[in-house]
């Protein structure tokens, strides 16, 4: 079973950053679209930011500026660099694996960004 591991989330004051990991398998890694969703109580999920294998980037408007995303190809890795973290920014984050092409989809477990004082 394909497993994609989140780490990094916590309690943050406002103002605030962290950065979340995300580690894929190489073989899926390397095909897909890494992403970042976030679902906070209540709510539906949303999107947060993508990025591609060729290093294409898209975020969502609420967290551009203040999110980055970016990718390590040779660590399988895809990172979201957070900076000044408001309370809306609260949630469970997803890691998200996606290739149209190669029919792949798949999700982490979710990692829990608190952002309160």
């Known amino acids: 079973q394909v497993q994609l591991v989140e780490s990094g989330g916590g309690l943050v004051q406002p103002g605030g950053s962290l950065r979340l990991s995300c580690a894929a398998p190489?073989?899926?890694?390397?095909?897909?679209?890494m992403g970042w969703h976030r679902q906070a109580p209540g709510k539906k999920r949303e999107l947060v930011a993508t990025?591609?294998?060729?290093?294409?980037?898209n975020y969502a408007d609420s967290v551009r500026g203040r999110f980055t995303i970016s990718r390590d190809n040779a660590k399988h890795t895809v990172y979201l660099q957070m900076n000044t973290l408001k309370p809306e920014d609260t949630a469970v984050y997803y890691c998200?694996?996606?290739?149209?092409?190669?029919?792949?989809?798949?999700w982490g477990k979710g990692t829990l960004v608190t952002v309160s004082s």
């Open positions: 190489g073989n899926i890694f390397e095909l897909a679209t």
């Open positions: 998200n694996a996606l290739s149209v092409t190669f029919r792949l989809d798949y």
């Open positions: 990025i591609t294998n060729g290093g294409g980037i």
